[in-house]
């Protein structure tokens, strides 16, 4: 018998939200599509649990494999699915990363979201499939104002914000040339236990907790003073699906309306573990000391970047009153939770 439940595709289904997302669109009884990337090691691990039986497929969960880069894999897939509801968290993600490697990641980033919205118009789909991008509070780089709205000024400050910019842009521009049910997300900062272990908060919870376990010795990290609005990725995949449920398309800042600093973040995260630190020092001299004397956080110039993004704070109104969204975890629960995990993760594998 054919199925009867929407269909959704999400590219970057491998990664942290591609992981929560696909959860809640199973518990609220989605075919989930997924694509994925052929990897030389396994990159399924975020969503292992997700899969039963037969290999990459559970009935109401399938992978394809396919590439942002490659417009013929994403316009076959898009032709198998044809799906209800496409949301595009692909990206080569990492600001720093983007620095390295600034035209790969406009390929994937910027013209990934332009491929899949041809293929949307190319294969007639445009009134059968509504189109999520993500899009992200580095647009606004070098802010204009405090807190950022929908209406804030972009000035986006690496080649992965400026790749988004397009992809925010073309987004904007399908949905106004052609009239395809297709917004933007402007997410803040959204982190989690699932979160790379190489951005700033994941690095530190990870960090410190193998210091704690006795795997290492000291955590080195780049500009303590940038100031972030971190909430938690479960609660911001929920808001990507509300805004595709909307009869008009539009677009919404998603964020928790606080802020810290990295530095904050780090005493945080200490707490947590039961260390108390003493900050010594200034600049890229600076450095904090445990209840031992050790020095377990020093500064380290590699982890600056060309151009920096120093602060960001998010204004979710609109969201909030259109939505009826508001993020549930606090900065102290997602810290205690991310800390939680990776000393799991320490004493297990230590
Ligand atoms: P991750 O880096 O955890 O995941 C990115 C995903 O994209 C992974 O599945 C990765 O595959 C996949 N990917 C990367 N390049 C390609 C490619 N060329 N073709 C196919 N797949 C590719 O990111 P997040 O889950 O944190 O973020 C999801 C999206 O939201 C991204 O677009 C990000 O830029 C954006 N965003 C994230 C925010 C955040 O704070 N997390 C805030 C605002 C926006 P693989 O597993 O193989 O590497
Ligand atoms: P960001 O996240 O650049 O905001 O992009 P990241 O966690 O990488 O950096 C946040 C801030 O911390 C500073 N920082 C460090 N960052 C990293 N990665 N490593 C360090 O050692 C370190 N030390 C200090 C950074 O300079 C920066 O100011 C994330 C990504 O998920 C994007 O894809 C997404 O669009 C934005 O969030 C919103």
Redesign the pocket.
């Known amino acids: 018998m054919a199925s009867t439940a929407k269909k959704a595709l999400i590219?970057?289904?491998?990664?942290?939200?591609?992981a929560y997302l696909s959860e809640f669109l199973l518990a609220k009884g989605y075919e989930v599509h997924g694509?994925?990337?052929r990897?030389s090691l396994f990159?399924t691990a975020r969503i292992d649990h997700l899969m039963e039986g037969e290999p990459g497929r559970s009935g109401q969960y399938v992978l394809h494999h396919?590439?942002?880069?490659d417009s013929s894999s994403l316009l076959r897939i898009l032709q198998d699915v044809q799906p209800d509801e496409i949301y595009n968290?692909?990206?080569?993600?990492h600001v720093a990363v983007s620095f390295e490697e600034p035209e790969y990641t406009a390929n994937?980033d910027a013209l990934?979201a332009l491929r899949l919205l041809e293929a949307i118009r190319i294969l007639g789909l445009k009134d059968k499939t509504r189109f999520y991008q993500?899009?992200?509070?580095e647009l606004y780089g070098l802010v204009q104002e405090t807190p950022q709205t929908e209406t804030t000024p972009f000035h986006p400050r690496s080649p992965y914000g400026v790749a988004?910019l397009y992809a925010y842009w073309i987004t904007v521009n399908y949905r106004e040339a052609y009239g395809f049910h297709a917004c933007n997300g402007i997410?803040?900062?959204?982190?989690s236990p699932l979160r790379?272990e190489t951005f700033v908060t994941r690095k530190i919870t990870r960090g410190l907790a193998r210091i704690k376990a006795g795997l290492e010795d000291c955590l080195h990290l780049g500009n303590l003073d940038a100031l972030r609005d971190w909430g938690h990725?479960r609660d911001y995949v929920e808001m990507m699906w509300l805004m595709l449920q909307q009869d008009e398309p539009e677009d919404f800042v998603i964020a928790t309306g606080q802020q810290h600093s990295v530095r904050d973040f780090v005493n945080a995260a200490a707490r947590e573990l039961g260390m108390t630190l003493t900050w010594q020092g200034e600049g890229v001299a600076e450095k904090a000391v445990d209840e031992n004397g050790r020095t377990v956080v020093a500064v380290s110039e590699r982890y600056f970047r060309p151009a920096e993004v120093e602060t960001l704070l998010g204004d979710a109104t609109k969201a909030r009153e259109k939505l009826g969204w508001k993020p549930r975890v606090s900065f102290e629960e997602l810290v205690r939770e991310m800390v939680q995990a990776d000393l799991d993760e320490a004493m297990r594998h230590g």
């Open positions: 590219t970057g289904v491998t990664g942290q939200d591609g694509i994925k990337r990897t990159n396919g590439d942002m880069t968290l692909a990206a080569q993600s994937s990934g993500a899009s992200t509070s988004k997410l803040f900062n959204h982190e790379g990725a």
